[in-house]
Structures are given as C-alpha cells and as structure tokens.
C-alpha cells in the first residue's frame, strides 16, 4: 500500500529523510483512487531489477508481493465485462459452469471460495486455459518447486509471541502521529483497491461517525494481526528463507542481516 500518494502514515512509508538515504522504489506510484494490482507491482519490481546494477533488497509487502518480482507467477489478463457478468451469478451457477469447462477443477481450486472461481471463470473466458491446464504449466510447476527467475538471499525476522504487542504499539503510534487525520483527509478518495488497506479501511466508519476510535482501533489491530498471521504462514512455507534469532534490538538485528547476506 505504499505505492498510493497520501496514504503515508498508515502503511509506515519511509520518511523523506530516509528516501534520500536510501533509493527507494515502488513509492508514491498511484493516486488512491487507482487500482494497483500484485500483477502492477511484478510489472515494476521487474524493471527495477532490471534496471538496477548491483544487489537489490525487496522488502515490505505481501508473500506473494515478494514472489510476483522474483518467480514465474503468472497474471492472466482481465475482462470487466466477463467479470460484471459472473458476478451477477450465485455460487452453485459458478461452480456448475466451471466443473463443465473442467471436470478436475476441485482438485486445483477451492471451489467454495466465489472469488476464485470468478477468477478462474474470467481466465478461462480471456486466455481459453482451465485451472487444471494452468497448474501443468512449465512456469506454474516452477512457482510450485520454488525455483527463481533470479538469484536471491532471503533471510526473515520473527517477533513470534511479541507480535502482537509491537503491533499494538504500531498502531497507536500511528494514531498519535495523526492516522485518523489522514484517512479523513482521503476519504471519498480511496478506489477498490486502497479501500482495503488494513487500518484505513477499520478507520473509515470512525470518520464517518459510524463506529467510535475505541471500536475502530480495536478492529484494525484484529485486522494487522490477521494479515499477520496469514502472512506468517506464507513466508514460511518458503524453504529459501532463511531465518534469523529474533532481538528486541534493530541494531542487533540490522548485524545479523548484514552477516547473512555477505556470507
């Protein structure tokens, strides 16, 4: 979400002074009223990657956020008609016509998921591949082993049973440094996409008057520690991270990652 101009406070984007420290990428890309996809930011991670000389350190983000840039995802293109029309249809309309397309479905896809089987409809209506074909793929069977389109190290830090304290420190210390503020001066500005970012869219009924601060704060940490956790599980199913002793201190932390990645 730090791709979106505005939205500074919420997604902890690097200061200023930090960006002219470091380069950063990926940063103030698209006005909160845009979509912006994972397909967006592999489209854009890449050209950084191949743009740049010398190492790059991808970091922030979704799981599969990270894999978009460094493995062969693919992203079928969309059709908002296609898509208008599967979303007037309930979920057993849906699944019928995507068990006659391919019989083998369940077996690739969670059929009881709307939104992916919507998904793979629209793929299907766009490219002509079912979910089965997709999976045999030369690419998908590569993103499957977990084998790169580019070198890398990847090392990770997991605060485990102090998560959820540090995200509760997070957020409050977002909203003394005026969050609040910030999600009423855009709202009314958020696209679908934006809308969705975690904080802003607990935060939105509270500048709305619908729900007080104290309702509010309480869903967007329920709502970090989600992701969280959801994210949690995804990096480690990746066997290419390599994870580092967790210490309270950045320093000590900052160290660890150094000597990991100069090994």
């Known amino acids: 979400m730090q791709v979106y101009r505005g939205m500074d406070i919420g997604t902890a984007k690097p200061t200023p002074a930090e960006q002219a420290r470091v380069v950063h990428n990926l940063v103030d890309v698209a006005d909160v009223e845009d979509a912006f996809t994972v397909a967006d930011t592999q489209r854009l991670g890449r050209a950084v990657l191949a743009e740049r000389e010398g190492p790059v350190i991808v970091a922030g983000g979704t799981g599969l956020a990270f894999r978009a840039i460094v493995d062969p995802l693919e992203f079928p293109g969309r059709d908002p008609a ?11 309309e849906l699944q019928t016509r995507l068990q006659r397309l391919d019989p083998d479905a369940a077996g690739v896809l969670d059929m009881a998921n709307p939104r992916r089987v919507i998904r793979a409809l629209e793929i299907h209506a766009v490219t002509g591949m079912t979910p089965t074909e997709r999976t045999a793929t030369p690419s998908a069977t590569a993103v499957k082993n977990y084998e790169p389109l580019h070198p890398f190290t990847a090392i990770g830090f997991d605060p485990a049973a102090k998560l959820e304290a540090r995200v509760v420190d997070r957020f409050d210390g977002m909203l003394e440094r005026g969050l609040l503020d910030e999600v009423a001066g855009l709202a009314g500005r958020f696209g679908r996409t934006a809308a969705q970012a975690v904080g802003y869219k607990e935060l939105l009924p509270v500048v709305a008057g619908e729900r007080s601060l104290k309702e509010g704060r309480a869903d967007a940490i329920a709502a970090t520690l989600a992701v969280a956790g959801n994210q949690r599980t995804y990096f480690r ?6 994870w580092l002793q967790w210490d309270d201190d950045p320093v000590v932390r900052l160290d660890r990652a150094r000597e990991e990645l100069v090994a």
């Open 82 to 92: 296609v898509r208008g029309l599967l979303e007037t249809l309930d979920l057993e």
């Open 237 to 242: 199913r990746d066997p290419r991270i390599r």
